[in-house]
Every structure is written in structure tokens, then in C-alpha cells.
């Protein structure tokens, strides 16, 4: 799934934050960009990445890898993250941003999504109920169903 965005007024109004790559190989600035490599500063760029847990890549910026091989499926994850922190969007759609990682990362990319986007909005969808910490409004689907109950809004 390509990095899907819209556009108004010159900036990005959504991002869906895919976790997997494409398997490419693609200089390690464009996998942070998405092809947009002229857009951010160096010391935005390692920023993004160190608040992601994945600074070591900021030595890599300019190499040309097998990325999707190259790195897990956790740190992919963090990479879709350290491009919200980039990129700014209005609305931020997760789906299982975080299910490649373990609780005490996944808390500290939440705590950092919500520093480095604190009036965005962010839907997400994910299975480990401890998500809800950093949301105010949950919707629960029962399980086997595939209907989403409006009442399940709370």
C-alpha cells in the first residue's frame, strides 16, 4: 500500500501511515519521505527518526538498500510514525501501527505522536485495547460481527 495523502492549501490534510514497505530500493531519505527528499532538513529528518527509535538510520539516509528485507517488521512501524512526525497531516489513519512492537515501544511511539501532533486527529485501528490510553473516544466491534454499533461509541 503506497502512502496515501491529499492535499489543501499546499499541505497535507491526511496520511494513512502504511507499515510495510514496497519491496524497492530506494535511497533510505525517500523511504523517510516517500519520495519527497528536498522537503525537510537534515536535523528534522534524524529527529524524526531518534523520536522513532530508529536514529541508527540517520547514518543511512543516502544509501540505497533492500529496505523492506532489510528492516522488521517493527521498525517499518516506526518509520510509518517518524513520517506522520514529518509530514504534519491534519488527520492520521494507524492500522495496527504498533502490533510489530513491543508495550514499552509502542507507549513511547504513542507518547511521541501525541507530542509531535498534539491538535491532529488520529483514528486507529488496532487489537491491543491498551491504545485506548491515547484516544478519547473508542469503538468497540463485537468480535465475529463486522458491524459497528453506533452505540459502541463512548
Known amino acids: 500500500m503506497a502512502l496515501e495523502r491529499s492535499r489543501r492549501r499546499g499541505g497535507i490534510r491526511s496520511l494513512l501511515a502504511p507499515a510495510q514497505l514496497h519491496p524497492d530500493r530506494k535511497p ?4 523517510v519521505l516517500s519520495g519527497r527528499a528536498t522537503q525537510f ?3 528534522h529528518l534524524k529527529e524524526a527518526l531518534a523520536d522513532c527509535g530508529l ?7 543516502d544509501a540505497v538498500d533492500q529496505w523492506q528485507q532489510k528492516l522488521s517488521g517493527g521498525e517499518q512501524q516506526r518509520l510509518a510514525c517518524a513520517r506522520v512526525l514529518l509530514h504534519q497531516p491534519e488527520f492520521v489513519f494507524l492500522d ?17 505522536l501525541i507530542r509531535w501532533t498534539p491538535h491532529k486527529g488520529v483514528i486507529s485501528i488496532a487489537h491491543r485495547e491498551s491504545l485506548a490510553t491515547y484516544h478519547d473516544h473508542t469503538l468497540q466491534v463485537p468480535s465475529g460481527t463486522g458491524l459497528l454499533p453506533l452505540d459502541g461509541l463512548r
Not at 28 to 31: F, W
Not at 55 to 61: A, K, N, Q, V, Y
Not at 97 to 109: N, R
Open 28 to 31: 533510505g531519505r525517500r523511504l
Open 55 to 61: 536514529g541508527r538510520l540517520s547514518e543511512s539516509l
Open 41 to 43: 532538513d537534515e536535523l
Open 96 to 112: 495496527e501501527a504498533t502490533s510489530a512492537v513491543d508495550p514499552t515501544t509502542e507507549q513511547a511511539l504513542d507518547e511521541t
